[in-house]
């Protein structure tokens, strides 16, 4: 049994994460800021794949982008019409589109598919890394957005 531990743990670390065997498709993500600073709500993001090839982005509206007067909620800031996903043996990577439906090649997301690690990546440089947790349900999804602005804020609304 001991022995069972060991290689139950590399066979895991070994190949991408068996969440994604079947796509992304209607997965989601919560990630939060690697950083040394103070743990904040903005540094918290969401994405769920809407398809294989696109996904929404979420965010901390602290800006009232969405204009309901509510700046303690998480909203789609990008929806699927907005974002593409591609893929290959190691990585997801997250890109958002112009009006004009095209990739913004300089600023992209890189989703490590064996540890969930989510990198920022603008002009070829890292400027932000994520750990990320993978939720195999919307409403869970949307609950733990839920729970985590409830932890920064006592009287949040629900999304």
Known sequence: MNLLKPILIFVM????????GDGIMNKGLI?????????????????????????EWWSYDQLDL?????????????????????KTKNYYFLRKT???????????????????????????????????????KRSDFENDLQSILSSFHKDSPKI
Not at 13 to 19: E, K, M
Not at 40 to 51: A, L, R
Not at 123 to 134: A, D, F, G, S, T
């Open 13 to 20: 670390v070994s190949i991408p994460s068996l969440v994604f």
């Open 98 to 136: 112009n009006l004009n439906g095209e990739i913004d090649a300089d600023i992209f997301l890189r989703l490590d598919r064996y540890d969930l690690t989510l990198d920022h990546i603008v002009n070829n440089e890292l400027v932000r890394n994520y750990y990320c947790e993978i939720y195999k």
């Open 31 to 55: 990630c939060v800021e690697d950083t040394d600073k103070n743990l904040n709500i903005g540094m918290y993001k969401g994405f769920w794949f809407v398809s294989n090839n696109t996904f």
């Open 66 to 86: 969405n204009k309901n007067g509510d700046v303690y909620e998480f909203i789609i800031v990008f929806d699927e019409t907005q974002t593409k996903v591609s």
